[in-house]
């Protein structure tokens, strides 16, 4: 199936977190389909990575993730780009890597793999379920797609996610005095979080912290015996003195709820590729059974998680040819080296 036109059928495909079983079943199909051995690897009742290989031993693989963020936007297209969810993020990726595996297959190179995971958006839980699969061990490279501008990532950042819950007493809103607000507690845990500088990396950047959620109370005229805000760190250290740093800052006005976190992450670097550190976190850490890993696809994560999201179709094009030289590259074994730690 041409480029452009696989990009559009998985495209079409409703796959937000949780809901990728139809995906993988079609990927499954197709790529049967072209003479590729497959794998549905069971992640829960509905859901499966999509594990390919053309041998029993395959050095190099493909992978990344078949699941999108709501809402559904189904794919459009003009004579330049490819619109809708999941256009680089990352189902135009799933094409470029096929693309780039067939052509290396006519080429007669068959020591590669396909990996596909669910629910990276949430919390890489099909990326952990991989990270157990017996092929893990027989991997030397991992290259994984997210949109990075066509650039070779050398670094990313880590994400903490967290809830901080706080209690207090309902009252009347009428006798304040007589209760203790849940949410005004919050108030003064979060000011005091955006107030404080967390340690930063030379290499990664800076560390930043987004308050994504607020909630709780009850009503506009009780004192709120209730507040909850969820917290996404990216991570440019050890989560540890991050973690230490919020627990002093919390102390007893709250309690703080971790939900899952993983740490910052450096890849290989490869002569002859525009090279840059990025902020997002992929399910690279979760996999370190998969060999190196390296990072790199078409697309720009500015428009990733939009209601514009897109991709280029040049860039499309440009991708499968520098999956191509990547796999040529690391099967070749020319000289690479890892960032130093």
């Not at 839980?125 to 991997?139: D, F, I, M, R, S």
């Not at 094009?317 to 990547?326: P, R, S, T, W």
């Not at 890892?338 to 730690?341: G, H, L, T």
């Given at each position: ?308 999201e897109f991709v280029l179709k ?19 074994a020319v000289t690479v080296a890892?960032?130093?730690?």
């Open positions: 199936m041409e480029l452009f036109d696989l990009t559009k059928s998985l495209m079409n495909i409703p796959s937000v977190s949780g809901e990728e079983e139809a995906v993988g079943y079609y990927l499954r199909e197709y790529l049967e389909s072209l003479g590729w051995t497959v794998e549905l690897q069971k992640v829960s009742e509905n859901q499966n990575n999509v594990i390919a290989y053309l041998n029993e031993n395959p050095r190099v693989w493909l992978s990344t993730h078949m699941d999108t963020v709501p809402p559904f936007i189904p794919p459009a297209e003009d004579d330049d780009k490819i619109y809708g969810r999941g256009a680089c993020d990352a189902k135009g990726i799933i094409a470029a890597q096929i693309t780039a595996a067939e052509l290396l297959k006519i080429e007669g190179i068959t020591d590669i793999g396909l990996l596909y995971t669910v629910e990276e958006e949430r919390a890489s839980t099909g990326a952990k379920v991989a990270n157990g699969h017996p092929l893990a061990a027989k991997c030397e490279y991992l290259i994984n797609g997210e949109p990075t501008d066509n650039d070779l990532a050398i670094g990313s950042k880590g994400t903490f996610r967290l809830n901080i819950k706080t209690t207090g007493k309902a009252a009347h809103s009428a006798y304040p005095e007589e209760g203790e607000s849940a949410i005004e507690k919050l108030l003064d845990i979060l000011d005091d979080i955006r107030h404080t500088r967390f340690p930063n990396d030379d290499f990664f950047g800076e560390t930043t912290v987004n308050i994504g959620t607020i909630e709780g109370g009850v009503a506009l005229n009780v004192i709120p015996p209730r507040a909850e805000a969820g917290l996404a760190i990216r991570l440019t250290t050890k989560r540890e003195p991050i973690e230490e740093a919020l627990r002093s800052i919390v102390r007893e006005r709250g309690e703080i709820e971790i939900l899952s976190a993983s740490e910052p992450q450096r890849m290989l670097e490869v002569d002859g590729f525009p090279q840059k550190v990025v902020r997002f976190t992929t399910d690279i850490p979760h996999m370190p059974n998969w060999g190196t890993p390296l990072l790199i696809g078409p697309g720009s994560i500015l428009v990733a998680h939009t209601k514009d040049k860039d499309l094009e440009a991708a499968v040819g520098l999956y191509k030289d990547l796999v040529h590259k690391l099967l070749n890892i960032a130093e730690s």
